[in-house]
């Protein structure tokens, strides 16, 4: 079977394009690339539909067509075949350099855009989640997921580019348990966005050309809703979406701290390293500056993790109870022998007087490792 992608199409399913190259009603082309034909129609918005393709050979491909011709959006569609096809890491789908599709059909100026990608065979995390009840990952998941994702992001963002829409929905499970990072429509190049930084600096008012693309509620951070996006708001989204799969409660049904603005989640994830936690919350922070630098951070911090290592960041946590010590019995010896006990405690207390009193510096005499204090510290 064979659809017409054309939107304007009334008869997109007939029957009869079966062996026709085009369209029997719009004249639309009926196949692409390499003899790739639109099978059936995955999902659909007011902007564009997603349609599986397959070759004769079995081959399988899905293309997105949008469903309007708008300027805006032909630009955005471009941009996101751009990057695709520079990026080749296996958390993005595969993009061939000419799979993007400009379509019309004969003796009409009407444009069809379109764009071929490998099709992913996997559900979103959000399906998948769904499935699940919602039931928090075990932190051996968490733990890979999070590296996944990092690594996908420090291969965007080693392009100069940053995704702006991380969410649950937005990420593919594939069967092997691997992850992909989805809808690239609002990717933007780094270099833009601080050029708009540097704008709005010199003049009042936000640059048009950031303003956000229907950022989504509860993972987007509040510079992104303000037009205002870097680098660092994939983490702030990449760390939303953790709360998401480690409390099985989507992050705006969380409150936040009247004069932080943090996140108050903590409390409903049970079971997972106080490290991880801290991290997560360190991704999250309201102030951009407060987050990690690049990804490189994270990912040092995911390793330490994994590999129970004492790092700075266990300082964000809260130590665990020590157990009362042991209360035991004194000896019989003892208790007959008081006056013996305190004369030997009496002579140790005054060995050690001296030893101070003529070794007083003796960490730095025998070279052992002493923490300076006061002012020495701060050399």
């Known amino acids: 079977m064979k659809l017409c992608v054309n939107p304007n199409c009334s008869h997109a399913d007939d029957p009869l394009n079966a062996r026709r190259d085009r369209c029997l009603h719009c004249n639309y082309p009926l196949e692409f690339g390499n003899g790739f034909r639109a099978t059936r129609l995955l999902q659909e918005n007011d902007f564009s539909k997603l349609y599986a393709l397959e070759s004769a050979t079995g081959q399988q491909r899905v293309l997105q067509i949008l469903s309007l011709e708008h300027p805006r959006a032909i630009a955005l569609l471009q941009q996101q075949a751009k990057v695709l096809a520079r990026i080749e890491h296996p958390g993005v789908p595969k993009v061939e350099p000419d799979a993007y599709l400009s379509l019309s059909p004969p003796n009409s100026e009407e444009q069809l855009h379109g764009l071929m990608m490998e099709k992913i065979a996997g559900i979103s995390l959000e399906e998948w989640f769904q499935h699940q009840n919602c039931q928090p990952i075990s932190p051996t998941v ?152 690049n990804t490189a951070i994270i990912l040092r911090q995911i390793d330490r993790i994994a590999s129970e290592q004492p790092s700075f960041w266990d300082t964000f946590s809260t130590p665990k109870e020590r157990p009362e010590p042991a209360v035991t019995k004194p000896s019989v010896r003892a208790t007959k022998q008081p006056w013996t006990m305190a004369l030997l405690l009496a002579g140790v207390l005054l060995f050690s007087i001296g030893a101070i009193a003529k070794y007083g510096n003796f960490p730095h005499r025998f070279n052992l490792p002493f923490p300076e204090m006061g002012r020495d510290r701060q050399r």
Do not use: C
Request: net charge negative.
């Open 142 to 293: 968490a733990l890979d997921w999070l590296k996944q994702l990092a690594e996908t992001l420090h291969r965007l963002h080693q392009n100069l580019y940053f995704h702006r829409d991380i969410q649950p929905a937005n990420i593919l499970l594939r069967a092997d348990g691997t992850l992909v990072l989805v809808n690239f429509a609002s990717v933007k190049e780094v270099a833009i966005a601080y050029l708009a930084f540097a704008r709005r600096s010199l003049l009042s008012g936000i640059d048009s050309s950031d303003e956000p693309i229907s950022p989504s509620p509860g993972y987007a951070p509040q510079e992104q809703a303000q037009g205002k996006s870097v680098p660092q708001s994939d983490f702030f989204a990449l760390g939303r979406t953790f709360v998401y799969l480690l409390t099985g409660s989507p992050p705006s049904e969380f409150s936040e701290e009247a004069t932080t603005g943090k996140l108050l989640w903590q409390s409903r994830a049970e079971g997972y390293s106080p490290a991880l936690i801290a991290l997560i919350d360190k991704m999250m922070a309201p102030q951009t500056s407060d987050r990690p630098h």
